[in-house]
């Protein structure tokens, strides 16, 4: 609304001119774009997991092929075609629970690291029936989606190896997830996102253990020989992380990384 003052011969004020503009239209169509531009988000995410989907039953198709051929029944190359799939799996979960959330750039960690480690304990169940997870995870932590994709492959490849190597010749054992904000905030990474006008930078830890047999001895984090280990220190890299391993009753990895919040 416009207000201008209208005077008289002597410039004495005798009334008030109001102009007003109907802005209901713009309003509508302003509404109307936010909303499409929702859809379109939702629609993308889900076109993403369905496409993931699809590679990894193409991936199981492939392997089932294998199978039959005596030379390579129950070879590591049966095996590669498995990690394979859990790595595809594990992004498909983020793009669905983005589409879910109907939160399209940011993904819930600690909704995120149940789904996909409950898929993984699925997946390895015929081998390992007792084993146990334990999970204690911060709520309410959310990671963007620059991050969110390296982070859910470095979940996948712990998580992971822990079942497949951690408890050979053992009938039971026990596997650790914890998801925490670090109390004293001395971690620092390379990210300026902090120096951001309505953002903060919070430091966390996650850490992956199991009661298992250990790791081979001479393992070198910065020189890895496995490919899952050489994906964990480049993703860690990738995130300006801080990646260490420790030895003790049970294995530990620890990932320190910094999370920006509004």
């Known amino acids: ?68 051929r005596k030379f390579i029944k129950n070879s590591e190359f049966l095996e590669a075609f498995r990690e394979s799939q859990d790595r595809v799996i594990s992004m498909a979960f983020i793009h669905e629970e983005l589409y879910k959330s109907g939160k399209f750039e940011t993904l819930n960690l600690s909704v995120y690291i149940r789904k996909l480690v409950g898929k993984l304990f699925q997946t390895y169940r015929l081998e390992y029936k007792n084993i146990h997870l334990h999970m204690d995870l911060e709520e309410n932590t959310f990671l963007n989606m620059d991050d969110a994709v390296p982070f859910g492959i470095i979940i996948n490849e712990l998580v992971s190896n822990s079942l497949k190597h951690a408890f050979l010749g053992r009938d039971e054992g026990k596997i650790y997830i914890e998801l925490r904000r670090e109390e004293d905030g001395e971690f620092t990474n390379r990210r300026d996102e902090s120096k951001c006008e309505g953002f903060k930078s919070t430091s966390f830890i996650l850490k992956v253990s199991d009661d298992g047999v250990g ?31 420790k030895e003790h009753n049970k294995t530990e990895f620890a990932i320190k990384f910094i999370v920006t919040e509004k």
């Open 1 to 68: 609304m416009a207000l201008s003052p209208i005077f008289d011969i002597s410039e004495e004020l005798v009334a008030i001119s109001a102009i007003t503009r109907d802005i209901t239209q713009r309003i509508d169509a302003e509404k109307s774009l936010l909303k499409t531009e929702k859809i379109r988000k939702q629609e993308l995410h889900h076109r993403i997991k369905n496409n993931l989907q699809v590679i990894s039953s193409l991936l199981n198709l492939q392997s089932d092929k294998f199978k039959n």
């Open 215 to 245: 790791i081979p001895k001479g393992i070198n984090l910065k020189n890895p020989n496995s490919l899952g280990m050489q994906l964990i220190t480049t993703l860690v890299d990738q995130l300006d992380g801080e990646l260490k391993l």
